[in-house]
């Protein structure tokens, strides 16, 4: 079997090392990450120019583009059609609730969808690297349990870690996503040089992260599994907007 190892903190970020440590005797794992920091990068794919994969003494593959570039160009053209399953991360910091819609390190797993095993991302709830042997022990069982595992096509698992020594995480639950409130204004700032810009803020705290939620969970001493899928239809508008859509009155003379 062959693992692809992506993340969004960039090729020399410590969570993939001690992810691709915690494999490379389970698997044959081949690494593609980002040349820097791409974390809030989510889905985004880069067109506007051309990837330029290069390759650090240790093996792993660096690259000028994004955690789904790195997904993308690792499955379909540097490791073409012999890559089985994605594992990403270990992010350090938290993906939860909200978090998944800009994480880079659950965009990566994303783009592993189509492959025959399910891809999953890992993300330590600390920007310490203290713990990332405990999450790297975690993330070698969940990667290892997925022989046993039948999932629908299309899904991903999104697995946060808190931020403890092994012998002091109680278990893995499975979970929903809760929700976090808006995040903070973005912050002004003036340059040395007297120019102003802006600095995206930190995310917002956890609004639902009641019974059942990731926050919950990590916020126990739990490791958090939450299944993540594609389809965000919501389906359960459908009579209202149905009505509403009915009523709609097209006129030419607006
Ligand atoms: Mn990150």
């Known amino acids: 079997m062959r693992i692809l190892i992506a993340n969004d903190d960039g090729v020399l970020a410590p969570g993939l ?29 880069t067109l506007d120019k051309p990837l330029r994969p290069f390759y650090l003494e240790n093996g792993f593959v660096g690259l000028n583009g994004t955690p789904t570039d790195c997904v993308h160009l690792g499955v379909n053209s540097l490791f073409a059609d012999s890559v089985d399953m994605v594992v990403s991360g270990i992010n350090l910091g938290a993906n939860l609730g909200d978090d998944v819609l800009y994480s880079g390190t659950v965009a990566a797993a994303l783009e592993g969808r189509f492959l025959s095993r399910p891809a999953m991302a890992f993300s330590l709830v600390s920007r310490q690297t203290d713990n990332l ?43 929903r996503l809760g929700h976090r409130e808006r995040a903070a204004k973005p912050v002004k700032w003036t340059d040395p040089r007297g120019k102003e810009g802006y600095w995206i803020s930190v995310a917002g705290d956890a609004e639902d992260g009641g019974e059942g939620t990731d926050f919950n969970a990590v916020m126990q001493g ?33």
């Open 17 to 45: 090392t001690a992810l691709h440590g915690a494999l490379h005797d389970y698997a044959d794992c081949v690494v593609v990450a980002p040349h820097e920091d791409r974390s809030g990068a989510s889905s985004a794919l």
């Open 222 to 254: 739990y490791v958090s599994v939450t299944p993540l899928r594609i389809d965000k239809t919501h389906y359960e508008v459908f009579d209202h907007l149905d009505g509403w859509l009915g009523n709609l009155r097209m006129t030419s003379d607006a």
């Open 133 to 175: 042997p405990a999450a790297a022990a975690i993330a070698r069982s969940l990667v290892e349990a997925h022989e046993q595992l039948e999932l629908p096509p299309r899904t991903i698992l999104n697995v946060n870690i808190p931020n403890l020594p092994l012998e002091r995480i109680k278990g893995v639950v499975l979970t």
